[in-house]
């Protein structure tokens, strides 16, 4: 993956990002949660001599809100001047992903929705505010966080082990980048999507394009999987065998997770 890294100022925040510079058409990447573009690395090698990717970052945002995120990537889509896009969002980049849809719903052909949720009172991010990780020092934030950031048992016990040790080292290189203003960017992300976005089945009643729902039958997500259905009865979905990475699936078996995408994107 020898791509150039960009960067673009969005309301005084600097937003890195990867862009293969090439393809007939642009896939446009949204990673999780506390990741960054490098999760995508299987999905850039796969897909790159079809499309041009491009593969953004969220940097540390005061206060952050999904609508700021959606705003970032139309300034970074408009500074390269493309206009149709296809849309892969994972995890938490899926809920990026519901929210772009819906603000830029004309630019978007394809949406892929990965191993997500939607808008919902049970989720843990919705319970709690985490003021003891506002107030404490950053050192403790982050050594706290750290500590319990763990992959789940499902991740680290399955069936394929190709890529397990490299998904074990770059989760621990992950962990190791990470500040309390990283940290506090995506709890304030998430518990946004989740306390103020009430999405509908008709809410993309006049959208013309395709969507994809993915999950695994081990994932943390899979409660969340019929509800998804429910609000996009338009879309396809699949679920994935388990024993093949549970969460990130798309990191620990990537060609399992690349032949759906690639026969979705290109059918």
């Not at 206009?83 to 772009?100: N, P, W």
């Not at 849809?101 to 949720?117: A, E, M, S």
């Not at 019929?226 to 620990?252: N, R, T, V």
Request: charged letters at 20%; proline letters at 4%; hydrophobic letters at 45%.
């Amino acid at each position: 993956m020898a791509h150039a890294e960009k960067s673009l100022v969005v309301k005084g925040v600097p937003w890195k990002y990867l862009d293969t510079g090439k393809g007939k058409g642009v896939l446009l990447l949204l990673h999780g949660g506390f990741a960054d573009y490098s999760m995508w690395i299987h999905q850039i090698v796969e897909f790159e001599n079809a499309y041009r990717i491009i593969a953004p970052t969220c940097p540390a945002c005061p206060d952050a809100k999904m609508g700021d995120y959606s705003h970032a990537l139309r300034a970074i889509l408009m500074a390269e001047e493309i206009e149709k896009i296809h849309v892969m969002g994972y995890s938490e980049g899926g809920l990026i992903a519901q929210c772009f849809l819906r603000d830029h719903p004309t630019q978007i052909d394809k949406v892929v929705l990965g191993h997500t949720f939607y808008p919902s009172t049970e989720s843990r991010y919705y319970q709690y505010d985490f003021n003891l990780f506002r107030i404490m020092p950053a050192f403790m934030t982050e050594s706290i966080f750290k500590w319990l950031a763990k992959p789940d048992k499902e991740e680290i016990q399955h069936h394929s082990t190709e890529w397990l040790a490299w998904y074990q080292a770059w989760f621990r290189e992950l962990k190791s980048k990470l500040t309390k203003e990283l940290i506090l960017t995506h709890i304030d992300l998430m518990m946004d999507f989740v306390r103020n976005y009430t999405f509908t089945a008709s809410d993309l009643s006049g959208w013309g394009g395709k969507m994809l729902i993915t999950v695994s039958a081990d994932d943390i997500v899979l409660r969340y999987f019929e509800g998804l259905k429910q609000l996009y009865p338009q879309a396809e979905s699949h679920m994935f065998d388990g024993g093949l990475g549970a969460h990130s699936l798309a990191l620990i078996t990537p060609a399992v997770f690349n032949q759906r995408i690639g026969a979705f994107l290109a059918g």
